[in-house]
């Protein structure tokens, strides 16, 4: 198998886009963009679920909510970013696990750093809550601004996409689910 270095890669994109990438101006380019994929797609291999460990001695069993997280992510149709925000909320299960806050943002941190679908990125983080937690209910809300949508196609500026995932006793719940979505929002 012949193994092609990310750097030569880009090189062979600027000169498929009519660019030399041996100009002053885009010289370090090649090595700038195949450094920030790999710092952008840093979450591919890192199991979810495990960043949300349980705090030992710790129990909970009331709603538990991190709102207005910043989420970036990279569109896999188009490469272009999708930025805007989530929320995590849980409702503890019997044995009362909970995770540090933190948690709920490293989340949706590692989570972003993939190729992703805004629809999976919310199912995604609702199955690593309810692995790591075994909670009584979980809520992903997410809501963001897709350049492949606002700088090209569409050209819908301003326009943002909400996506959202229920799980357990919210599911079943609509006026529990309309709760927690407006503390959320």
């Known amino acids: 198998m012949v193994v092609v270095e990310p750097v030569d890669i880009v090189a062979a994109l600027l000169r498929a886009l009519g660019e030399d990438p041996s100009r002053p101006g885009l010289a370090d380019t090649p090595a700038r963009v195949a450094a920030a994929y790999a710092e952008l797609l840093s979450g591919r291999d890192i199991d979810p679920a495990s960043v949300l460990e349980a705090l030992p001695g710790e129990h909970g069993t009331g709603l538990i909510v991190a709102k207005d997280i910043r989420l970036a992510s990279l569109c896999e149709h188009h490469l272009l970013p999708f930025v805007g925000t989530a929320a995590v909320a849980y409702l503890p299960g019997e044995d009362g696990r909970i995770c540090g806050i933190s948690k709920l943002t490293r989340l949706i941190d590692v989570l972003g750093k993939r190729l992703q679908v805004q629809e ?10 309810e692995k790591a937690l075994a909670p009584r209910a979980v809520l992903v809300y997410a809501e963001a601004e897709h350049l492949c949508m606002t700088m090209r196609g569409a050209r819908a500026e301003g326009s943002r996409i909400v996506t959202t995932e229920v799980r357990g006793l919210w599911a079943a719940d609509a006026a529990a689910r309309a709760e927690i979505l407006s503390l959320i929002r």
């Open 120 to 129: 999976r990125l919310v199912s995604q983080a609702a199955d690593a809550v």
